[in-house]
């Protein structure tokens, strides 16, 4: 329902059933709730806070009004802009929307600039800012604005009042456009691309705007700078483009976003700027969205990337699951993986997990790059072992803590130790450590285990079954030759139809079959 529609079955029940204010709302909130009306973001004590939403309303007209080059005083519009970002920025006190008894049954003797900055929330803030088509009036005023201050304002307010449906608004409001504007002409180049990523944050429709529109170059340029602000802005909005974030689309332009940020040469840009960067993680976290294709990761190696992740482990120059994390996508590439064991960056990634136990982030990602390492390649494996990877699994699968993702990875990496390796002794070792029964425990603590725990057994040269879970118990299957498994399975081949001569008959009825087609046919 709109806030209108509220306000005015407050009313009625005010002048009609003579209702005080608090009765009346809790009325019209009851009576909506039944018909099964959703009153997230409805202003439930709108008579209280009418004077705020006057006052937002008045600043967007007179924003609308500048850009239909109506005469607006520079000292009036920045005013009008403030309270429009402010607005969204102030962190509200009150209850969220959901709650409505004590929203309707406030205190009405109490202060009334409390009472509005208590119960007017942001989503009804929101919902008052797409009522009066503010992403069309900040969208169409971002055109014709030169004023950098005034452009800061806008993307800043633009930004604060952003949520699912005004991510919609913002898309066919001119919302990309005005970004894109404003990275190549202005210099509020970071109010921008934080805009940029906010708006194109689980959105895939936004993402794709960008994309249509060359957002992924403009924003290039800024990777480049000498500004922190500026690079970890921009590297924020390549990774929220890049990312396949948005549960409600079926499809996902993730991998066409990677790629045009590759062609754009983003790539060697955020390599570089991870270098010199006081904070890693934005561009660590920006490199992870793009290395999704083995070109990428080639780039990624050739800029300098893996030295680079190597010299943050050592030096504490980054958040370490972040930096393994990234070299987790970089060793599905085999020339990658191998200089990585080899050029000490294994050593450093054993290091930084070992020394942070409790970390379980960082030692799924380096359980999972020691799987990629060791997939395929019975001499990355041996490097691996010789440095202590064995142990460094082993203790994984020991703590009962870790989730189900973890000691999966550690599973796989378990068996992609052993699987190609010819050395018994290695297997012998891993089981008289305990490896049978940590990788059973494992494939009994969920589902998602079952297949590698099963797997890492089998190459381990133990007699495992495949177990799976029913109505959330673990249910044991039985394999051929255990009783009471298929009791009509007959482990040999016998004649069926007492004895006889089965070829014998199906080389008569084919024959039949045969000799009665050629009859009709010459018929």
Not at 104 to 115: G, L, P, V
Not at 240 to 251: E, G, L, N, Q
Not at 271 to 297: C, F, H, I, N, T
Not at 430 to 455: I, K, P, T, W
Request: proline share 2%; hydrophobic share 45%.
């Amino acid at each position: 329902v709109s806030q209108e529609l509220f306000d005015e079955t407050v009313r009625e029940n005010m002048e009609e059933f003579e209702m005080g204010e608090a009765e009346a709302v809790e009325e019209a909130v009851a009576q909506f709730e039944r018909q099964g009306v959703d009153l997230r973001g409805i202003d439930r004590n709108s008579r209280r806070n009418q004077a705020a939403r006057d006052a937002l309303t008045e600043a967007l007209a007179l924003v609308d009004r500048a850009a239909q080059d109506a005469v607006v005083t520079k000292a009036a519009l920045e005013a009008a802009l403030v309270l429009i970002d402010e607005s969204f920025q102030r962190k509200s006190k009150g209850n969220s929307s959901a709650d409505s008894s004590a929203a309707s049954s406030a205190d009405s003797s109490a202060d009334s600039s409390s009472t509005e900055d208590q119960s007017w929330t942001l989503p009804q803030k929101r919902r008052t800012f797409a009522a009066c088509d503010g992403a069309r009036i900040l969208g169409a005023f971002l055109k014709v604005c030169e004023d950098d201050s005034l452009t800061r304002l806008a993307l800043s307010a633009w930004r604060g009042a952003l949520d699912e449906d005004n991510k919609e608004a913002f898309r066919w409001r001119g919302g990309p456009e005005g970004v894109v504007k404003v990275l190549t002409r202005s210099k509020e180049k970071v109010a921008a691309l934080r805009l940029m990523a906010a708006s194109a944050t689980a959105c895939e429709a936004n993402k794709a705007a960008f994309m249509k529109i060359g957002g992924c170059a403009a924003l290039v340029p800024s990777l480049r700078s000498d500004s922190e602000e500026e690079f970890g802005a921009a590297c924020e909005a390549v990774r929220a483009i890049a990312a396949a974030d948005d549960v409600r689309s079926a499809t996902s332009a993730t991998y066409d976003a990677a790629r045009c940020f590759v062609d754009a040469g983003a790539v060697e840009a955020v390599v570089e700027g991870l270098a010199r960067s006081a904070r890693g993680d934005p561009a660590l976290s920006a490199l992870r969205q793009l290395a999704k294709s083995d070109e990428a990761v080639k780039r990624i190696r050739k800029a300098g990337a893996a030295q680079t992740c190597k010299a943050l482990l050592l030096n504490d120059g980054a958040s370490p699951a972040s930096v393994v994390g990234l070299l987790r996508n970089l060793a599905g590439n085999d020339d990658v993986k191998d200089l990585m064991v080899r050029d000490g960056t294994l050593d450093a990634l054993l290091a930084a997990a070992t020394a942070r136990p409790d970390d379980a982030v960082l030692r799924e990602h380096a359980l999972a790059t020691l799987a990629q390492m060791a997939l395929r390649k019975p001499r990355n494996a041996q490097l691996i072992l010789d440095k202590g990877g064995a142990d460094f699994v082993l203790e994984s699968l020991k703590k009962s803590n870790n989730g189900a993702n973890l000691q999966r990875q550690a599973a796989l990496a378990l068996r992609n130790l052993v699987a190609r390796s010819d050395d018994a002794t290695i297997k012998r070792a891993f089981l008289r450590d305990g490896a049978e029964d940590l990788l059973r425990r494992a494939a009994s603590a969920s589902q998602a285990n079952v297949d590698v725990a099963y797997a890492a057994l089998r190459d381990l040269g133990v007699d495992a079954h495949i177990d799976t879970f029913q109505d959330g118990a673990l249910v044991h299957n039985l394999s051929f030759g255990d009783d009471g498994c298929n009791a009509n399975f007959r482990p040999v081949f016998d004649c069926s139809s007492g004895g006889a001569d089965l070829n014998a008959k199906i080389q008569e009825h084919q024959s039949g079959v045969g000799g009665s087609f050629l009859q009709g046919a010459l018929l």
